[in-house]
Each structure stands twice: as C-alpha cells, then as structure tokens.
C-alpha cells in the first residue's frame, strides 16, 4: 500500500500588519515575514478544487492583518494556521512569522513558529 503526502506550501510571503507590544510600534504597520507549509490529505490532485489555492493562503494572511493590532508573532501565527487548517482537506498547518526588523541591526529576524494539526 502506498501512502501519499502532499504539502502546499507560500514561502517569503510579505504583510503589512501593526504587530508588537512596544511602544514604538504601536498605531505602525510593519514588515513581516510568512512561511506557510499545509498538509494534505487524500489522492494526488487533478484540480484546483482538490487542494488549498496559494491565494487563499494569502487571503488568510492579509484578513489576520487586517484584523487589527496583534501583539505577539505567534498570536499572528496561531490565527493564521487556524485559518488555514479549516481549508478542506488540510490536516496540518505550520506557520512561521519572522520580524525582520525586530533586532536590527544584531539580526536579520526574530519570530515564532506555529504547528498545529486537525484532531
């Protein structure tokens, strides 16, 4: 018996979000980061309508944006790949949102990863 996993996934996406609980970063979008990985389940896929469509992805990251102030990454994180996992047919979702900016210059990003999985 085979068993088939496939993952879709958006590397590098860019949002624009107010995002922080410093001072300075309040009432400011900023830059982030988004690597989203979603697996799936069933056969292999013939159709866009079999699978997540990448700008769904990207609809989902956007309306967390949009959503107002967040003040952890993995707030962003966890509500992002709660949003992704009611996709049909995605089992599991990891979520890593970076600040690129958040330890300027001593790092090129700081962030959190969310892994979350249906029950």
């Known amino acids: 018996m085979t068993r088939i996993q496939t993952r879709v996934f958006v590397r590098a996406l860019r949002v624009e979000a107010e995002i922080g609980l410093h001072a300075h970063e309040q009432g400011r979008r900023q830059?982030?980061?988004?690597?989203?990985?979603?697996?799936?389940?069933g056969e292999p896929w013939r159709s866009?309508?079999?699978?997540?469509?990448?700008?769904k992805v990207v609809a989902h990251a956007r309306a967390v944006a949009d959503d107002g102030h967040v003040l952890l990454v993995e707030t962003f994180a966890w509500r992002l790949a709660r949003a992704?996992?009611?996709?049909?047919?995605?089992?599991?979702?990891?979520?890593?949102?970076?600040?690129?900016?958040?330890?300027?210059?001593a790092a090129e990003g700081a962030g959190a990863e969310v892994v979350a999985e249906r029950s």
């Open 48 to 55: 866009i309508h079999q699978t997540v469509d990448y700008e």
């Open 84 to 105: 992704c996992l009611s996709e049909t047919g995605v089992t599991r979702a990891r979520v890593r949102v970076e600040k690129p900016l958040a330890l300027s210059p």
């Open 31 to 41: 830059t982030l980061i988004v690597d989203v990985e979603l697996d799936l389940a």
